[in-house]
């Protein structure tokens, strides 16, 4: 369960963020949708805990992954250790069996600049799920996709979410990608950005 109550957010810049409420249900998907600028990754920085300079309370699950909007892989490592280095525990076995699982297991060996950003992007998902999490957090993981790679990754990432029903908070700007991956849509709007649609269930 992921428990969002934020009273505020701000920047040095001005307030960012106002009066958010909002609960992920284990299994749940939510999608929260927004124009870029919006505040949609300070959020998701302030849900995963990466972010503490806030005024409310956030509770999440002990074991939490994260993709980013970026990729995030370190360069100089292959994808198979990218995995292994946030998750000791895998061994090259279950990292091979993490990358099997988005169907990257012949990019083992490769580094991240060897591999294309739809291949960078599975690996980052591979990553993310790899620890078993029950609070899965996805910052725009299908932009900068041609169409075709960012549907065949939007319908893998609704599988493998299906498969392990982690508590999921997905951001977008695209209605189209909610609506797809998300059993409930909370749109973003306003500045400082708060639940304009879709709220009222916290
Ligand atoms: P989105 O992900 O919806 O595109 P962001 O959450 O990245 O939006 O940014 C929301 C606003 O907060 C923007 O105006 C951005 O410039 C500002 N912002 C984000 N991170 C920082 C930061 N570390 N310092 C100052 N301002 C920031
Ligand atoms: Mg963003």
Known sequence: ?????????????????????????????VAILGPSGIGKSTLLRIVAGIDRDFAGEVT??????MVFQEPMLLPWRSA?????????????AGALAALTRVGIADRADLFP????????RRVALARALAGDPQALVLDEPFASLDPA??????????????????????????????????????????????????????
Not at 6 to 19: E, H, T
Not at 113 to 120: A, E, T
Request: hydrophobic share 50%.
């Open 1 to 29: 369960m992921i428990e969002v109550a934020i009273r505020a957010k701000s920047f040095a810049g001005g307030a960012v963020l106002r009066d958010i409420r909002f609960t992920v249900a284990p299994g749940e998907v």
């Open 60 to 65: 999440r699950p002990d074991r939490l992954g």
């Open 80 to 92: 198979a250790a990218n995995l292994m280095l946030v998750h000791p525990g895998l061994g090259r």
């Open 113 to 120: 600049g060897q591999l294309s950003l739809g291949q960078q």
């Open 149 to 202: 790679t960012g549907d065949e990754m939007l319908a893998l990432t609704g599988a493998l979410i299906a498969a392990a029903r982690p508590a999921t908070l997905f951001v977008t700007h695209s209605a189209a990608e909610a609506r797809r991956l998300a059993g409930r849509v909370l749109h973003l709007g306003g500045r400082p950005a708060t639940i304009v649609a879709g709220g009222g269930d916290a």
